[in-house]
Structure formats: structure tokens, C-alpha cells
């Protein structure tokens, strides 16, 4: 019998093989090239390995929360007025307000404006969210968290300590620190007027959800909070997922109208274009579209909201189905049509090769 907590025998063989192949092809007078390539094959390996290492004591121990706050506190000490200048969304009784935190996050504050009562969208730092809630004069009675990672997550102990009769929304399969009500793929959370309708979006993280604010009931357009899963010209990492999964995932924000309004969880949107212009150089959209950020961001304003008809015309990571874009990025998946194993190709062939881009 196996000694418990070690592999099975079958394992240990394999893994005994293997190594007496590299022991072979790296003392080989004839394996140069053998050995670069386990050379190279071993440090990927490492890579992967270290990564997944460091990605679980950051979202599974107290390490990943003492990182978090070292992150709130440099970034308040960097940026004590927040990193970018935001401009809230006023709509027939409703206010959309952007909370720029840490050094790119934004939280975002939903205020019914006539009840007088707010929701908070992935509070990362609970003094910058309380600040505003006193400006606003309104009563927080509701945390809706994307995912669980600590610069989305970080303020829901405070927040949910200082306003007694809040709530915390998530997905209960994603770990949410203070969780209290679990929400499922288009549960709605009713607070005064607002009618906001989660939906699960998993790739970014297991339970991923993004938050839907229905604009029918103040005559105004629909509000997307899309945490880590959409950004400006860009997506998220599949940290949890598979292409597969995260292409599922954006088909079904794509299947909402084109003036949804896009409130993602982070500012990258000058470098998220600089990638779309790598891939796509003679998209006109993306072109007008970077001119108007940079001069946003000169200014260090804010780049939120764009539209998602916006993004349809310039977001990379939306136009898998374009034939422009698997022209432009050369001989791979082939035709896509219907062929979602296809466009998962292209979809991760375009995180590869924003991952090299950013690198540079």
C-alpha cells in the first residue's frame, strides 16, 4: 500500500522515467539541442509551477490578504485623491459613481437617488468607499462582489462591520470574504428602484459574476459592472478557467444591446488599445477611440464608461467571430463561424500574445 499523501506507484514510475531521460538527452554528446529544448521546457514548467504557487497563497492563505494591504497602502500613499479623476452618471433617479482605488481598481458606487439607499461594486478599499458614502448622504445597504480576489474583495469586512444591516453579494463558489447571500446566474438584487441581475461569467475565477443594472425602470441605458471579465479593449485572465470557458463567458455579455453602458474594474485602457492597434492596425474605431483616451488620460481622467457597441468595434477579445481579425493575425484556428473550439483558439492566442506585448 501507498504510504498516504504520497503518489501511486504507477506515478513514481513514470515520474523515475522522465527523470533518467532528461539525465540521458542532458549528458549526451549529440543532445544540444535537446537539451535547449528541455532546457526551455523545464523553465516554462518552473514558471507554471511558481505561478500556481503563488497564486494559491494569494487566494487561499493570510499571505494574499497581508499583500492586499500593502498594495491599499502604497496606493493611498501614491495616490491620496485616487489615481484618476471620475465623473458620476446621473440618470432619472439614479447616479452611477465611479470610486478610483488602489493604483488602477475603480469601485462603484449605485445610488437610488430618491430612497436614498446604495450598493457598492467590489469595494477594494472600504475608506476611500466610506468617503464617498457620506459625500453622497445616502445608507450602503448592499455589497455586490465580482470575484474573490483581495483588490475586488478587501474592504467587505470593514464596510460590512460599519454598516450593520448591509448585505454581501457573490457567488458562493468563489471563496467571497463575508459573504451572506449567495447569488446564482440571474438572481436580481432589488434595493429601492434598483434592479441589478448578476450572471455568471466564470473563467477570470471559478464563480466570476458581472452585475447588470437594468435601465428599464429609470428610462436610461443598462449599466454592466464587469469586474475582471471586460475591460476597455480588453478581458481578463483565465486564472480559473479555459478559453472555452471565458469565451462562453463574453458571448454572454455580447448578447446584450449596444448602449449598455461598460463599467469595468480597472483603468487599462491606453495600454489595452496599444495591444488592439497590434493586432487590428487598420481599425478606424480603435483609432478614434485610443486619441480620445490619451487625451483622457493626460489629464489623468477617467476612461469609464464606454458602450459595448463600442467595444464590439475595437475590443480584440469580442471580434473572434471577425473575419478581419483571423486575417490579421495569420494562418491559425482557420474559419470560425459557429465553431466555439475555434474561436477559443484565437481567443487564446490573443492572451499569448497580449501577455509578450505587455512584457516588452
Known amino acids: ?45 518552473s514558471r507554471r509551477l511558481l505561478f500556481r504557487i ?26 491620496p485623491k485616487g489615481h484618476s479623476k471620475t465623473q458620476p452618471r446621473l440618470f432619472n433617479g439614479v ?31 472600504p475608506r476611500a468607499v466610506q468617503a464617498s458614502i457620506e459625500k453622497e448622504g445616502v445608507t450602503l445597504v448592499a455589497i455586490l462582489c465580482t470575484h474573490k ?3 475586488h474583495s478587501g474592504g467587505n469586512r470593514d464596510l460590512s462591520r460599519r454598516h450593520r444591516d448591509c448585505r454581501v453579494y457573490g457567488s458562493p463558489q468563489d471563496g467571497i ?11 436580481v438584487v432589488s434595493v429601492g428602484r434598483l434592479q441589478i441581475r448578476a450572471l455568471a461569467t466564470p473563467g477570470h475565477t471559478q464563480g466570476h459574476l458581472v452585475y447588470l443594472l437594468d435601465g428599464e425602470p429609470y428610462k436610461g441605458p443598462s449599466c454592466l459592472f464587469s469586474g475582471d471579465l471586460l475591460f476597455l479593449s480588453g478581458c481578463g485572465r483565465t486564472f480559473e478557467g479555459t478559453a472555452e470557458t471565458m469565451l462562453s463567458s463574453l458571448d454572454t455579455v455580447l448578447g ?24 487590428e492596425p487598420e481599425n478606424l474605431a480603435r ?6 483616451v490619451q487625451r483622457q488620460r493626460m489629464e489623468r481622467k477617467s476612461t469609464c464608461p464606454s458602450t459595448l457597441g463600442e467595444e464590439r468595434a475595437y475590443n480584440p477579445f469580442l471580434r473572434t467571430h471577425c473575419l478581419a481579425l483571423q486575417e490579421a493575425l495569420g494562418p491559425g ?23 509578450t506585448h505587455k512584457s516588452k
Open 1 to 45: 500500500m501507498a504510504w498516504q499523501g504520497w503518489p501511486a506507484p504507477g506515478l513514481w514510475v513514470s515520474g523515475c522515467g522522465l527523470l533518467l531521460l532528461a539525465f540521458v538527452l542532458l549528458l549526451s554528446p549529440r543532445g544540444c539541442r535537446a537539451r535547449r529544448g528541455l532546457r526551455g521546457l523545464l523553465m516554462t514548467r
Open 54 to 79: 503563488g497564486y494559491s497563497l494569494y487566494t487561499r492563505t493570510w499571505l494574499g490578504y497581508l499583500f492586499y494591504r500593502q498594495q491599499l497602502r502604497r496606493a493611498r500613499n501614491r495616490y
Open 95 to 125: 447616479k452611477v459613481l465611479p470610486i478610483p482605488v488602489l493604483s488602477d481598481n475603480y469601485s462603484y458606487l449605485i445610488i437610488d437617488t430618491q430612497a436614498r439607499l446604495a450598493v457598492v461594486v467590489d469595494p477594494s478599499d
Open 149 to 151: 480576489h483581495w483588490d
Open 177 to 187: 470574504p463575508y459573504l451572506t447571500h449567495p447569488l446564482c446566474h440571474q438572481d
Open 256 to 279: 446584450l444591446g449596444d448602449d449598455t453602458l461598460l463599467w469595468p474594474g480597472h483603468e487599462y485602457a491606453e495600454e489595452n488599445l496599444g495591444f488592439a492597434g497590434v493586432v
Open 287 to 292: 483609432e478614434r477611440k485610443m486619441q480620445w
Open 333 to 355: 484556428p482557420g474559419p470560425t463561424g459557429d465553431d466555439g473550439c475555434s474561436r477559443a483558439q484565437l481567443l487564446e492566442e490573443l492572451r499569448r500574445l497580449k501577455d
